[in-house]
Nanobody, 124 residues
Framework: VQLVESGGGLVQPGESLRLSCAAS????????MGWFRQVIGQEREFVAV????????AYADFAKGRFTISRDNAKNTVYLQMNNLKPEDTALYYC??????????????????WGQGTQVTVSS
């Protein structure tokens, strides 16, 4: 299983980015696909998840209303559309795949495959 993120970069506050996570060796529709982020010296935190059953989604409070997670089963790719970015969104963003249920989807320990991360920097 390989997860490869892309789409990060340097943007100004208020701008948008779309992150992509291309998966191989595992169908994104059959597993929970999550986005997490991490700042150096801090714990990895949950951003969003799209669940394997039915594709329902969940977001961290800071992401609600600004971020949207989606997947393209034909391309086996998961996306994170991030709008109205803020300086505090600066982090390394990771894509992950797992099979947890219920609230366990929010915990990074419940994902067994991770990408290498893509850096998002929001600065004026």
């Amino acid at each position: 299983v390989q997860l490869v993120e892309s789409g990060g970069g340097l943007v100004q506050p208020g701008e948008s980015l779309r992150l992509s996570c291309a998966a191989s060796g595992r169908a994104v529709s059959r597993y929970n696909m999550g986005w997490f982020r991490q700042v150096i010296g801090q714990e990895r935190e949950f951003v969003a998840v799209i669940r394997r059953n039915g594709g329902s989604t969940a977001y961290a409070d800071f992401a609600k209303g600004r971020f949207t997670i989606s997947r393209d089963n034909a391309k086996n790719t998961v996306y994170l559309q991030m709008n109205n970015l803020k300086p505090e969104d600066t982090a390394l963003y990771y894509c992950a795949s797992g099979q947890a249920i219920h609230s366990a989807v929010y915990g990074p320990a419940n994902y067994n495959y991770w990408g290498q991360g893509t850096q998002v920097t929001v600065s004026s």
